[in-house]
């Protein structure tokens, strides 16, 4: 069969997975008519059962779409009305480093902040964050007061440590084996969220001056963190369809000895919302192994994908400690409980050890609140709903900006998620958007800040957190308001190209 | 009159602070009587209530005693058995920078914690931590609950930025103006407890390679901060009656160009519990504008001192900015809370950029409880307590060394606190005493963690936090015991020099 054996893998997952890539990839386009059962029973030598579980599986990972007694359709994420988001050359040479582009994400950044804080911001599309009542505060603050009463010291004892609860740490570490990462229980720290994580690891395997891979366009608070600890950050290519390009890492190794460490979202990527393929994933692990690269897996959003059970996170090809491997439960759990964890591969004992200069233990009563929640039936109960609610808002989402926004303006449905990321019509400023906006109360995320490099000023990041509400649909009206504004200011040439 | 005159004091505090620098530069030695009131008035020129009102001032600060019908005499906070502590001399040249001391504290530290760990502790004096019976637990959990109830989406809210929430800025500042701390509410930042505090202020003021004073002893903590952020500390002398000495400063800032801070606690040093007199505050703070050095206070003790309102922190000699104030919750409300807050003086917006690019947000529910607890009559009453009960167990801890510990063990009574720190005689081995206890189940600080020079072998931090039991007396006699036993094999000369 053409399926690429892949041990450990069931037959049917195989062959979902040949297909899936085949999807990413774009070999099979949206909208596409997938074979039918009896045609990957001939073409792969598979049974009935193993076909239609493939088709099953890849219906449940949103790749394809049955149409009762038709067959499976390859999903189309866009919208008819806007356009796929541009991708990037995978083999474009890597950025040049350039000093003077390292200096100021952490101002641009604070600004932005800063402006965002003295609006009056009536909506908020600019914070990647589910509005409060996406969560079951009732069952979580009914679970804090339990335990306040089961563990009555919880709050005045002190010598906890190394700071990781041994009750998290079963559970973390058994939530973890669930999706193929093998974990010992001691091995899992307990951090203040995922930021903390991903500074704790990149303290752990870099000096100064030393350069980070990150993906290009990527989460502003990792440039924070490489820019803070006086790193150098190399920007990558990141597909919206399968993440960071191994091509352009390649290149990076080759020119620039002092690179250490890649950091990467390997689910739902932020901001392009990629996902990366299982072989992807195999291959970048091997990548980093070969060239002894720390790979920091900030695996945050992976319980967002709208079938996150069979998203396994990089951690789990993992066999000679290469990954560092960062959870968060911000995004899924409780925003205002700030309880992530890591295990730091084969750097977690000096990560510890920097943990513990820099913080001391971590506050119990947070990570028993996390263990006697995550993987109950309640909790799974209410990741379903959370998907279910995300996803009407990502569609909802989508609508209103193909009806408000000016033509030519781009993007790529995530398969999960909190956000969208659009590309706007050639010329138009997403940062002069952003003060437009603002003047108006509505804050949104600029694509420069995704960037040392002041690229991505044609792109925007809009939160789908928020619940659809008349409020919200006046601000995707008065953002395409604004867009058409620009758009008409263009002069005629540019409007013509 | 003779007293220096300080603006913004009255009379009697000036008379106070006079007598208590004289008590601790050892011009009126323990045991001495101080003037009469009739004295007084006539020495000074003021009138009997400012004298009586400056004496009892005297006698709140633990300085003086007063023994009825006969007058006033200077407090012995020694043992009689007990020789006072070996004083630093406060003009030696500073300790010459050495590239070789500067690594390895973080191994030191965590091998001793390590140890610690993989042992069988059934008595732990090695951490300066209260018992958990100490604290008030059904106060903070019945708050705790009742705030889960009153801001029932504490645990889902994200975008609390920038982190602090503003119930709680108001209570802390509202706190830190009754010791004459004039703080704006924006301005305080709430912290994972001291030592996020102290790492954030380090890395807002210094760069790689950097120099900065600490205290000698120092609190291990300080010195795994600056070696994990890849500075290089100085250690000046600190005098167990009043601190960091400002001769051996005033060297450092001479010989060292690259001095960039001082770290000091200035109330209830750690380990030496030293209180640094007001006079001593205000050179310091004048001292460290004068040079542009930032100082770092980390004021985590104060409401330890046994007359914790007379203290004022060397913040509140502050007016351009030049102090980092830090103060954390971990060793009077609630250790388990992880709760602290800083000021960063004119350094401030950079240790919040720094702060958000590390951690992010902070808990915001731990905050409200801290917010609804400090200042309350409660958290009063509860200090007052506390404060007793450390006492009589630092008493009890006194006794219990001059009573099993060998002859020539030498300690000063700090004035309130969690720990002593005790001179052992010539010749004996914190670090063999620290294996052989922990070997019977206890569990001890050895002098070398508090340095980076491997000096203090011969010192030992004892804690005062666990109420006494058989077993905790079972442990000092073990001590005893394992001392004499080191004293019995010292050679001949040794014990008779």
């Avoid at 060239?291 to 951690?315: C, F, G, M, N, S």
């Avoid at 039936?377 to 989402?397: C, I, T, V």
Wanted: hydrophobic share 40%.
């Amino acid at each position: 069969m053409s399926v690429p054996s892949e041990e450990h893998l069931p037959l049917y997952r195989q062959l979902a997975d040949h297909y899936q890539q085949a999807v990413a990839q774009g070999a099979l386009p949206p909208g596409a008519r997938m074979p039918s059962v009896r045609e990957l029973m001939q073409r792969h030598g598979v049974s009935l059962s193993t076909a239609l579980q493939a088709l099953r599986t890849l219906e449940e990972q949103g790749s394809v779409q049955a149409r009762p007694r038709v067959g499976y359709f390859v999903q189309d994420h866009r919208v008819h009305l806007l356009g796929h988001s541009s991708e990037p050359d995978p083999r474009c040479p890597v950025q040049q480093i350039d000093g003077a582009q390292f200096a100021g994400i952490n101002e641009r950044i604070s600004l932005w902040l800063e402006q965002g804080r003295r609006a009056q911001v009536r909506v908020d599309l600019g914070a990647a964050m589910p509005a409060p009542e996406l969560f079951d505060h009732l069952t979580l603050n009914r679970i804090g007061a339990a335990l306040l009463r089961e563990f009555p010291d919880v709050l005045v004892l002190g010598n906890s440590r190394p700071g990781t609860h041994p009750l998290f740490q079963a559970a973390m570490a058994r939530q973890a084996l669930e999706v193929g990462v093998s974990v010992a229980p001691q091995e899992v720290m307990a951090t203040l969220g995922n930021s903390d994580a991903v500074n704790l690891a990149l303290a752990a395997v870099t000096e100064r001056g030393d350069v980070v891979a990150v993906e290009s366009p990527t989460f502003y608070g990792v440039l924070q963190a490489v820019e803070t600890q006086n790193l150098r950050a190399l920007e990558i290519p990141s597909s919206s369809r399968t993440g960071i390009s191994l091509e352009a890492l390649e290149l990076a190794v080759q020119n620039e000895p002092r690179l250490r460490a890649v950091v990467v979202v390997p689910h739902l990527q932020m901001p392009n919302g990629a996902l990366m393929p299982d072989s992807h994933k195999e291959r970048l692990v091997a990548f980093c192994r070969r060239h002894d690269l720390a790979l920091i897996e900030d695996d945050i959003y992976r319980e967002l994908v709208d079938a996150p059970v069979l998203q396994r996170p990089l951690k789990a090809w993992d066999e000679t400690g290469q990954v560092i491997y960062c959870v968060s439960f911000n995004k899924t759990l409780a925003p205002g409980l700030r309880q992530g964890w890591m295990n730091g591969g084969r750097w977690h004992e000096r990560i510890q050890i920097l943990k513990f200069a820099r913080t001391r233990n971590m506050q119990v009563w947070a990570q028993l609140l996390a263990a006697r929640t995550v993987g109950t039936p309640a909790h799974e109960r209410h990741l379903r709903r959370f998907r279910g609610a995300l996803r009407l808002q990502r569609e909802r989402s989508v609508q209103m900006v193909a009806r408000h926004f000016p033509q030519g303006t781009r993007l790529s449905v995530p398969p999960g998620g909190l956000s969208l990321w659009i590309e706007l019509p050639a010329g138009v400023s997403s940062m002069v958007l952003f003060e437009q906006a603002l003047a108006l109360g509505i804050r949104v995320a600029p694509g420069p800040i995704f960037s040392n490099s002041g690229r991505y000023e044609g792109f925007l990041r809009l939160s789908c957190g928020l619940p659809f509400s008349p409020e919200v649909e006046w601000a995707y009206g008065e953002l395409g308001r604004l867009l058409h504004g620009q758009v008409r200011a263009l002069p005629a040439q540019r409007q013509a190209a």
